[in-house]
């Protein structure tokens, strides 16, 4: 089956501590995504990337690195930099990044906590 | 600026009836996209509908369908014969196409609405 994939589901961090989320896709999508969703609030865009070795900031990239080196997979690294990481965070993926009608699909979803 | 307003933070409907999930958004744009998203309490966001701004008749599929007034710059949903699976929190979302500038390709969220759905 196609689709997305996010791990761990639940992830501890410590203070000072890097932590990276996984994000893989097998649905041959050029673009993929990364959330970050706070309780009450819908999704801001981190970091996009449209295809192998580019990507770009969004409005919350702050304390956050990412990298695409495989077009199957767009790893999220939360740094010591980012001084309230705990949130739910999405990612997501779509066929291309051009036009209005991309639909976007979103795997499960990591839960991040600062111990 | 780009903006997507929920007006209803929760909703009950019974099972069986139809509910209507309130969207409106703020764009000068003339090209956009409007996508509703359900995300269960697993988290998970699941794509339920997408109406163009330039198309001329509202979208369905299934149970869910889009009443798209342009004019009015809503984009409610509809969702008909409620369903104890119904219960969810529901986003609408707004895309625009990557040549604009700011957030290229990216979907506006809006706050979501919580549906609960009555046996």
């Known amino acids: 089956d196609g689709g997305i994939t996010q791990s761990p589901k639940y992830l501890f961090r410590k203070e000072g501590q890097n932590v990276t989320l996984s994000c893989e896709q097998n649905l041959n999508h050029d673009a993929m995504y990364w959330y970050r969703q706070d309780p009450g609030q819908g999704l801001r865009l981190i970091y996009y990337s449209q295809i192998v070795n580019d990507f770009q900031k969004g409005d919350i990239a702050e304390g956050y690195s990412v990298s695409r080196e495989k077009k199957e997979s767009f790893p999220l690294t939360v740094t010591s930099a980012q001084k309230n990481p705990t949130a739910f965070y999405l990612c997501?993926?779509?066929?291309?990044?051009?036009?209005?009608?991309?639909?976007?699909?979103f795997g499960p979803g990591t839960r991040l906590l600062v111990l | 600026a780009q903006k997507i307003t929920q007006t209803q933070p929760g909703m009950f409907v019974q099972e069986k009836e139809a509910v209507t999930l309130d969207c409106t958004y703020d764009t000068s744009d003339q090209s956009y996209g409007l996508f509703w998203y359900k995300q269960p309490s697993s988290g998970e966001m699941i794509f339920l509908i997408y109406q163009g701004s330039y198309d001329e008749q509202n979208a369905t599929e299934g149970r869910y369908s889009l009443n798209f007034q342009k004019a009015r710059k809503s984009a409610n949903l509809v969702i008909s014969a409620s369903q104890l699976g119904d219960s969810a929190m529901y986003f609408c979302a707004m895309r625009f196409p990557t040549f604009y500038g700011g957030s290229q390709g990216n979907l506006i969220f809006g706050k979501g609405t919580k549906l609960s759905v009555k046996p």
């Open positions: 997501a993926s779509s066929m291309g990044l051009a036009g209005i009608q991309e639909t976007q699909y």
